[in-house]
T-cell receptor, first 114, second 116 residues
Framework: AQSVTQLDSHVSVSEGTPVLLRCNYSSSYSPSLFWYVQHPNKGLQLLLK??????LVKGINGFEAEFKKSETSFHLTKPSAHMSDAAEYFCVVSDRSNDYKLSFGAGTTVTVRA | DTGVSQDPRHKITKRGQNVTFRCDPI?????LYWYRQTLGQGPEFLTYFQNEAQLEKSRLLSDRFSAERPKGSFSTLEIQRTEQGDSAMYLC??????????????FGAGTRLSVL
C-alpha cells in the first residue's frame, strides 16, 4: 500500500521569505511523487513530479522538491514566497501496486503575510 | 488542448433528489478518474475508466453512486437519493494510458455539490 503524510497542516510565511512544505511517503515499489496546488474554488494544478529521474525536481512558479529515498521524503521548497502562493498544497504518491492511481496527503494550507 | 472540463461547477439539491455530473477529459487521454474532496481533506479516489471500461470502484462508492463512460470520451457520475453526507467537491481527472505517463493526471475545476 502507498500513502503520504504531510507534516504541517498550516504554514505561514512572510512575503519574500523561503517556503518549506514537508512530505513523507510510504511505498512498496519505486514511487512517483507529485506536488499539486489548489487555489480557492479552483481545480488542482500540477506543480512538479518525480518519476525516477533526477532527485532534485524543478517545477512551475519557482518551486522545487528533492526526493530522498533514505528519508522517504519529498519536501517542497521555494526560495522567496509571493502573495500568489497562498493556496492548499497536496503531496501525492503513485506506484504500480495499484495501477498508478494517486494517493493524496491531507494537504498543507499556505498563508503569505505582506 | 482545452483541459479537463466539468459541468456544472456548482449544484445545490435537496436531500433525496438525484444529481448527475459530467466530465470531458483531455481529448487524447484514455484514462478518466473521479475523486471526492471534503472540506479540509485531500481528494479520495472513487472510480476510474480506461476507455469505456470501468476498472475499479472504491468502497467509498455506495450503491447510490454510478459512473459511466459509454463511448470512451466524456463520463457521467450520478448520485441517487442524495444525502447530506454527499456534500463535497467532485473532481475529475484524465491521463494517457501509456506506462510512462498514466500517473500524470490533469484535473478539472470540480463540481461542488451541496445537499440541503
Amino acid at each position: 500500500a502507498q500513502s503520504v503524510t504531510q507534516l504541517d497542516s498550516h504554514v505561514s510565511v512572510s512575503e519574500g521569505t523561503p517556503v518549506l512544505l514537508r512530505c513523507n511517503y510510504s511505498s512498496s515499489y519505486s514511487p512517483s511523487l507529485f506536488w499539486y496546488v489548489q487555489h480557492p474554488n479552483k481545480g488542482l494544478q500540477l506543480l512538479l513530479k518525480y518519476t525516477s529521474a533526477a532527485t532534485l525536481v524543478k517545477g512551475i512558479n519557482g518551486f522545487e522538491a528533492e526526493f530522498k529515498k533514505s528519508e522517504t521524503s519529498f519536501h517542497l521548497t521555494k526560495p522567496s514566497a509571493h502573495m500568489s502562493d497562498a493556496a492548499e498544497y497536496f503531496c501525492v504518491v503513485s506506484d504500480r501496486s495499484n495501477d498508478y492511481k494517486l494517493s493524496f496527503g491531507a494537504g498543507t494550507t499556505v498563508t503569505v503575510r505582506a | 488542448d482545452t483541459g479537463v472540463s466539468q459541468d456544472p461547477r456548482h449544484k445545490i439539491t435537496k436531500r433525496g433528489q438525484n444529481v448527475t455530473f459530467r466530465c470531458d477529459p483531455i481529448s487524447e487521454h484514455n484514462r478518466l478518474y473521479w475523486y471526492r474532496q471534503t472540506l479540509g481533506q485531500g481528494p479520495e479516489f472513487l472510480t476510474y475508466f480506461q476507455n469505456e471500461a470501468q476498472l475499479e470502484k472504491s468502497r467509498l462508492l455506495s450503491d447510490r453512486f454510478s459512473a459511466e463512460r459509454p463511448k470512451g470520451s466524456f463520463s457521467t457520475l450520478e448520485i441517487q437519493r442524495t444525502e447530506q453526507g454527499d456534500s463535497a467537491m467532485y473532481l475529475c481527472a484524465s491521463s494517457s494510458g501509456l506506462v510512462q505517463t498514466k500517473n500524470i493526471q490533469y484535473f478539472g475545476a470540480g463540481t461542488r455539490l451541496s445537499v440541503l
